[in-house]
C-alpha cells in the first residue's frame, strides 16, 4: 500500500475548457501514468451540487450564480471528469462543495482509511482548489507535492507567483518530469 496519493482536482470538462492551456492535458496525463505505474492511488477531486444546489448559500460569490439553476437529468453528470483523463474503476472519485477538495466531502476519511500521508496535487484552478487544499492539508498534517505545471489557473501571474512564492512554504513544488523522474 502505497502512503502517497495521487490528487487530480477539479479536471472536468468544462473547467477544463475554460482555464487549461495548450498540453495540460498532455502534462497530466503523465502524471497519472507514472502515479499508477508507481501503485500510487488516483484520486479525482470534482466539485459538484445536488439538483437545485442546496449545499450553495446566496453569499457565496463564487457559486451562488449556480443556485437554482435547472440541473441536468437524473444520473447524468453536467461537469463530467474530462475524458481524457482515463478514471479506471480502482480510481476514488470524490465530490466535493466548495473550493478545498476537503470542504463538504469525505476526501479526509478515505485518504486516512488508505493510509496516506503524502499528497500530489494537481488541478484547475492553481487559485481556487490547489491553494485551498493545499492549505488545508497543511493544516491536517498531510505531506505535500504541487506538480507545478500539472496546475492551471485563468491568471498565468497568480499561477506563478503560488507555485514559485506561496506553495513552497507548505509543499515540494516540482514539475511533473521532475516528479516522474525522482
Not at 435547472?70 to 480502482?90: L, Q
Request: some cysteine.
Amino acid at each position: 500500500m502505497s502512503e502517497r496519493a495521487l490528487l487530480i482536482m477539479d479536471v472536468q470538462t468544462l473547467i477544463v475548457e475554460r482555464l487549461a492551456g495548450p498540453g495540460y492535458l498532455d502534462r497530466l496525463r503523465v502524471a497519472v501514468d507514472h502515479a499508477r505505474s508507481e501503485g500510487i492511488p488516483v484520486i479525482h477531486v470534482t466539485v459538484g451540487f445536488r439538483p437545485g444546489a442546496p449545499e450553495i448559500h446566496p453569499r457565496n460569490k463564487m457559486f451562488a450564480g449556480l443556485a437554482g439553476r435547472r440541473s441536468a437529468p437524473a444520473g447524468v453528470d453536467p461537469n463530467p471528469i474530462h475524458p481524457r483523463v482515463e478514471t479506471r474503476p480502482e480510481d476514488v472519485v470524490v465530490v466535493k462543495r466548495r473550493v478545498s477538495g476537503f470542504a463538504g466531502s469525505d476526501l479526509d476519511m478515505v485518504l486516512r482509511a488508505g493510509g496516506i500521508e503524502h499528497l500530489v496535487l494537481a488541478g484547475i484552478a492553481t487559485s481556487g482548489v490547489v491553494l485551498s487544499t493545499v492549505r488545508q492539508a497543511a493544516d491536517l498534517d498531510y505531506r505535500l507535492t504541487v506538480l507545478s505545471d500539472a496546475c492551471a489557473d485563468g491568471d498565468p501571474e497568480v499561477h506563478r507567483v503560488l507555485t514559485e512564492k506561496v506553495f513552497p512554504q507548505q509543499a515540494e513544488v516540482v514539475t511533473v518530469a521532475e516528479w516522474a523522474e525522482g
